[in-house]
């Protein structure tokens, strides 16, 4: 459903994303971990068609986001780390808008909201102005939005910002119940306890490389390392940095 292919991008002299190649199935809960200026977001965004790559190709269930975008995204979900909405809009009117924008039956828009509102504990907030609403409040608004056309590809970036223990695990639950229900689940984050409760695979990129990519147990091999997931990912970029250039 994901499909990077020798993925390139270059600010200048800068390789942010160095030839990445990978594979996301049907259905996989995959989770992107790197350090600051890893690469991650820069590969987010040309997955969500907000960049052009310098090199290589990006697939959403088998569609060139570049040759194909309105295919692409007509399938795909994006939600950044500080996702941009309507602020003088309530949320209603907001999920409305992203339903219309996907070209919805306003029967579909007003069954997948009250669902989603229900889910995400949104009723005493959803005829607020987004303005008014907190910033986890604001999460909650934009991953209900993002869910409400059923996407076959999620794209998350930092999940859980701002959001309470409560609240982050009912989007935990949603995330996972969608990945079982056949969506594909990119998650990108600096918490390492996502990842290692919720990926059925992690992939680990460093200096605009994708340096290791398995399941926890394929990654504590490829490491050395039999700790948890935080040994495994210093382990392993601490060897990346080590590398010669070119290795």
Request: zero cysteines.
């Amino acid at each position: 459903m994901i499909e990077l292919i020798q993925l390139t991008k270059q600010f200048g002299d800068l390789v942010a994303v160095d030839h990445l190649d990978l594979t996301l199935a049907r259905g996989e809960f995959f989770a992107m971990l790197g350090p600051n200026a890893a690469g991650k977001t820069t590969t987010i965004k040309m997955l969500a068609g907000l960049i052009k790559p310098t090199t290589g190709q990006a697939r959403i269930a088998g569609f060139d986001v570049q040759l194909q975008p309105l295919e692409a995204r007509r399938r795909l979900a994006y939600v950044p780390d500080f996702p941009f909405l309507y602020d003088k809009l309530t949320a209603w009117e907001f999920l409305r808008f992203t339903g219309q924008l996907f070209h919805l039956a306003d029967s579909q828009i007003e069954a997948n909201a009250r669902e989603l509102i229900a889910r995400f504990h949104l009723q005493e907030h959803v005829h607020r102005p987004i303005e008014s609403l907190s910033h986890g409040t604001r999460q909650r608004v934009a991953i209900a939005s993002a869910l409400l056309h059923e996407p076959e590809v999620f794209i998350i970036d930092e999940p859980m910002v701002g959001l309470d223990p409560q609240h982050a695990r009912i989007i935990k639950d949603v995330l996972k119940e969608r990945s079982r229900a056949g969506v594909t689940v990119l998650v990108s984050t600096h918490q390492l306890s996502i990842a290692e409760e919720m990926a059925d695979r992690i992939g680990i990129i460093h200096g605009g490389k994708l340096i290791a990519v398995g399941t926890r147990e394929e990654l504590r091999q490829q490491s050395g390392t039999a700790g948890q997931l935080e040994e495994i990912f210093l382990a392993l970029t601490a060897e990346s940095a080590a590398a010669p250039a070119g290795m």
